[in-house]
């Protein structure tokens, strides 16, 4: 098992927002987190990356220990994260994107292969190198925020609605990348409020409600579960 989670309380404050959460990611696996506003899905994903320290429970990833980590030395692990938003630096350029994403390659030689890697999923970056992140298109700034995270040649890349904001022509070309990524033996955690899209790249499935898992297993399953699609499906 790549990631586990166990019994993971997280806390704002005094409110508890998420409660008792467990779940588990293997090896080259797509699971996703679906729910609604407010569930609690983007905390997870601050809890594992090291930005939200628990309040108590376990995250293990490769058999070792990390809550309790700083957010830097889970990067180091092999852990990327993808936020929601992008937040991408719009005044830098591309090319100084990539090159903060790229700060853990020491050998010129390997971050020459990265970028190569890189530009060969995503060509339109190549092209626009010398131009500042902020006046790319949705779809082309979603492009440079996974680039940015693949650089640091994670073991499981963290994805939060990285659907939010694009037309559907460019959702279908994040899905078909999504897959790719997955392809190459990369394991993902993908944070999604369009549910038919996420429970489609997905292997298995978590159902957040407030904090608590309500429903697990197969996202095949998951989709054409009853509950599933008249809270999220529109069924």
Same mark, same amino acid.
């Given at each position: 098992?790549?990631?586990?989670?166990?019994?993971?309380?997280?806390?704002?404050?005094?409110?508890?927002?998420?409660?008792?959460?467990?779940?588990?990611?293997?090896?080259?696996?797509?699971?996703?987190?679906?729910?609604?506003?407010?569930?609690?899905?983007?905390?997870?994903?601050?809890?594992?990356?090291?930005?939200?320290?628990?309040?108590?429970?376990?995250?293990?990833?490769?058999?070792?220990?990390?809550?309790?980590?700083?957010?830097?030395?889970?990067?180091?692990?092999? &852990?990327?994260?993808?936020?929601?938003? %992008?937040?991408? $630096?719009?005044?830098?350029?591309? =090319?100084?994107? /990539? !090159?903060? @994403?790229?700060?853990?390659?020491?050998?010129?030689?390997?971050?020459?292969?990265?970028?190569?890697?890189?530009?060969?999923?995503?060509?339109?970056?190549?092209?626009?190198?010398?131009?500042?992140?902020?006046?790319?298109?949705?779809?082309?700034?979603?492009?440079?925020?996974?680039?940015?995270?693949?650089?640091?040649?994670?073991?499981?890349?963290?994805?939060?609605?990285?659907?939010?904001?694009?037309?559907?022509?460019?959702?279908?070309?994040?899905?078909?990348?999504?897959?790719?990524?997955?392809?190459?033996?990369?394991?993902? &955690?993908?944070?999604?409020?369009?549910? %038919?899209?996420? $429970?489609?790249?997905?292997?298995? =499935?978590?159902? /957040? !409600?407030? @904090?608590?898992?309500?429903?697990?297993?197969?996202?095949?399953?998951?989709?054409?579960?009853?509950?599933?699609?008249?809270?999220?499906?529109?069924?």
């Amino acid at each position: 098992m790549l990631l586990k989670i166990n019994n993971l309380t997280v806390q704002y404050g005094k409110a508890e927002v998420i409660k008792g959460l467990s779940l588990e990611v293997g090896e080259t696996e797509i699971i996703t987190i679906i729910g609604a506003n407010g569930a609690g899905k983007t905390t997870v994903l601050r809890a594992i990356s090291g930005l939200k320290p628990p309040a108590s429970g376990d995250i293990w990833f490769r058999g070792s220990k990390i809550s309790g980590l700083r957010a830097h030395e889970i990067v180091r692990l092999g &852990i990327s994260h993808v936020p929601e938003g %992008r937040r991408i $630096l719009a005044p830098l350029s591309v =090319a100084e994107n /990539l !090159e903060i @994403g790229a700060y853990l390659i020491k050998s010129k030689r390997e971050a020459a292969t990265g970028f190569q890697n890189i530009f060969d999923h995503f060509p339109v970056l190549k092209e626009r190198m010398k131009q500042l992140a902020g006046s790319l298109s949705g779809g082309e700034q979603q492009m440079l925020a996974i680039a940015r995270a693949l650089l640091n040649q994670p073991r499981l890349l963290m994805m939060d609605e990285p659907s939010m904001g694009l037309s559907p022509l460019v959702v279908e070309q994040v899905g078909r990348i999504i897959t790719d990524i997955n392809n190459r033996g990369i394991s993902i &955690i993908l944070v999604e409020q369009n549910a %038919r899209m996420a $429970l489609s790249l997905a292997g298995r =499935a978590y159902v /957040l !409600e407030a @904090g608590k898992c309500v429903l697990e297993g197969e996202a095949g399953a998951l989709a054409n579960d009853e509950r599933v699609k008249h809270a999220y499906l529109g069924g």
